[in-house]
């Protein structure tokens, strides 16, 4: 599948290739579950996807480019011996040179295993009743599969609770394992005798580990000179964070686990602040963070580090003492206070990630935007909950917001908390409705290599403090 032009590409200059084959498959939803060493500057862990494959409707709105995606294993180049690669041990000698492949865009992940997962091992399937005269059953979980991505968008937090759910179930048991490969841009994933997207398996468990030279991530020192991770994805997306479609016509959701040191603080884009837990094996701090929104997987952000809350001009006085009486190595209980972080023993992880025992009978913790328009827009878009199809979130001028900053720099940014109420406003009087319910603002070093917030190296003398 690689060729030499793709092996000598440069993600500052040119191009990305875009290597998943959108047009035969597409993931829905990504269950990410993470743990950020950042003495190691690496993230391990491992993903699981949810596949449809990609029907007729679909597939007409996604336009191949010269044959981009690869339907099956003989169209696949043989890898060439520059490159760098990762393979099962069945890959070469796999035979079968019609098996589907299903081929995610990726690159710098040491990719350790690929598995089918057994969700039918799930007990308890509340409020989910398979239709199997709508949905054809090709192999064993398929229809409960289909059945999950299919729900209607005002049982949101139910879908997602079963994405949590079969993320934990096993592996299939007594079959031959998925065989699959790396190169540069991509991972490819074969079942041996499947030829066919549509008889492919559904759910998948990919277990991997971010390199410390990986694109997708900036591993560096905060104004502080303590360590922290952010996604700087410009030259290559978030394919260097995860094994991911990155097309951005392959929109999706995704709800995600990760695990980080106590003193830490996990951003991540999603709808709902973030209550840690501690996990008691560990001492780490677990965050969940989800979206119900479709988006491409270029449009995950993360970060993580020894951020500080900014407080609001009320609290700014005795934030500052605190900040002045405060050890270099104290940081974050500002935030873990107010995140009221439970203990493992108190929830499970399908409950931990909605707060709820009950999904059916109590408030959802996002509000419901998917009943009565009530005056407000009618969207054309796919069924999810839509916060522009109601009245009062159209007219939310200003949505809640937060800013976290290096403890050095509390105090100026207190300037960019003030200003964020008139930005916000500004851009809902231009643009109309805010599309998302919350914002985080982090202030982090100068280092962007793109955009607008490049800057030339510093001085040698400055150079010695930010070392690596």
Same mark, same amino acid.
């Given at each position: 599948m690689e060729t030499d032009a793709d092996a000598e590409l440069d993600p500052d200059t040119d191009d990305l290739p875009l290597r998943a084959n959108i047009e035969?498959?597409?993931?829905?939803?990504?269950?990410?579950?993470?743990?950020?060493?950042?003495?190691?500057?690496?993230?391990?862990?491992?993903?699981?996807?949810?596949?449809?494959?990609?029907?007729?409707?679909?597939?007409?709105?996604?336009?191949?480019?010269?044959?981009?995606?690869?339907?099956?294993?003989?169209?696949?180049? #043989?890898? @060439?011996?520059?490159? #760098? #690669?990762?393979?099962?041990?069945?890959?070469?000698?796999?035979?079968?040179?019609?098996?589907?492949?299903l081929v995610l865009d990726c690159c710098d992940l040491s990719v350790s295993k690929v598995e089918e997962v057994d969700i039918t091992s799930v007990s308890g399937w509340p409020g989910c009743s398979a239709r199997t005269d709508e949905v054809t059953l090709h192999r064993p979980g398929s229809t409960l599969a289909q059945t999950i991505m299919s729900l209607p968008s005002e049982r949101w937090k139910l879908q997602h609770q079963l994405y949590s759910q079969c993320s934990s179930a096993p592996s299939v048991q007594d079959q031959e394992q998925l065989r699959f490969f790396t190169d540069?841009?991509?991972?490819?994933?074969?079942?041996?005798?499947?030829?066919?997207?549509?008889?492919?398996?559904?759910?998948?468990?990919?277990?991997?580990?971010?390199?410390?030279?990986?694109?997708?991530?900036?591993?560096?020192?905060?104004?502080?000179?303590?360590?922290?991770?952010?996604?700087?994805?410009?030259?290559?997306?978030?394919?260097?964070?995860?094994?991911c479609m990155e097309p951005p016509v392959a929109m999706s959701t995704w709800q995600a686990v990760l695990r980080a040191p106590a003193e830490c603080v996990v951003l991540m884009s999603g709808e709902e602040q973030a209550v840690p837990r501690q996990e008691s094996s560990s001492g780490f701090l677990i965050w969940f963070y989800y979206?119900?929104?479709?988006?491409?997987?270029?449009?995950?952000?993360?970060?993580?580090?020894?951020?500080?809350?900014?407080?609001?001009?009320s609290n700014c006085a005795s934030s500052s003492n605190k900040a002045e009486n405060s050890a270099p190595g104290e940081g974050c209980s500002d935030v873990a206070d107010s995140l009221q972080i439970h203990s493992e023993s108190?929830?499970?992880?399908?409950?931990?990630?909605?707060?709820?025992?009950?999904?059916?009978?109590?408030?959802?913790?996002?509000?419901?935007?998917?009943?009565?328009?009530?005056?407000?827009?009618?969207?054309?878009?796919?069924?999810?909950?839509? @916060?522009?199809?109601e009245q009062r979130a159209m007219s939310q001028q200003e949505i809640p917001h937060r800013v976290f900053a290096p403890l050095c720099l509390l105090q100026r940014a207190q300037l960019v908390l003030n200003l964020l109420p008139r930005c916000l406003a500004a851009?809902?009087?231009?643009?109309?409705?805010?599309?998302?319910?919350?914002?985080?603002?982090?202030?982090?070093?100068?280092?962007?290599?793109?955009?607008?917030?490049?800057?030339?190296?510093?001085?040698p003398s400055m150079r010695v403090a930010l070392s690596d």
């Open positions: 035969h498959i597409l993931v829905r939803h990504y269950v990410l579950d993470l743990t950020v060493h950042l003495d190691r500057r690496v993230i391990s862990g491992n993903v699981v996807l949810f596949l449809e494959p990609n029907g007729t409707e679909a597939g007409a709105l996604v336009e191949a480019d010269d044959q981009r995606g690869i339907a099956s294993a003989k169209d696949v180049e #043989k890898p @060439r011996a520059s490159s #760098k #690669k990762a393979s099962s041990h069945s890959w070469e000698s796999s035979g079968g040179g019609e098996d589907f492949t540069r841009w991509s991972l490819q994933v074969r079942k041996r005798g499947v030829r066919s997207p549509h008889n492919f398996p559904q759910v998948l468990r990919i277990f991997y580990e971010t390199t410390p030279t990986g694109g997708s991530l900036r591993w560096t020192q905060d104004q502080d000179l303590r360590s922290c991770v952010y996604t700087a994805g410009s030259p290559i997306n978030n394919r260097a964070l995860f094994p979206v119900t929104m479709p988006m491409p997987a270029s449009t995950l952000a993360l970060a993580v580090g020894h951020w500080h809350l900014v407080p609001t001009a108190q929830t499970t992880r399908s409950e931990f990630a909605f707060c709820r025992s009950s999904p059916e009978d109590e408030d959802p913790v996002l509000t419901d935007y998917s009943g009565p328009l009530d005056d407000g827009i009618s969207c054309s878009h796919g069924d999810y909950p839509c @916060r522009f199809s851009a809902h009087s231009v643009l109309g409705g805010h599309p998302f319910s919350r914002l985080d603002v982090l202030i982090v070093t100068a280092g962007f290599s793109s955009l607008g917030m490049a800057r030339t190296p510093p001085p």
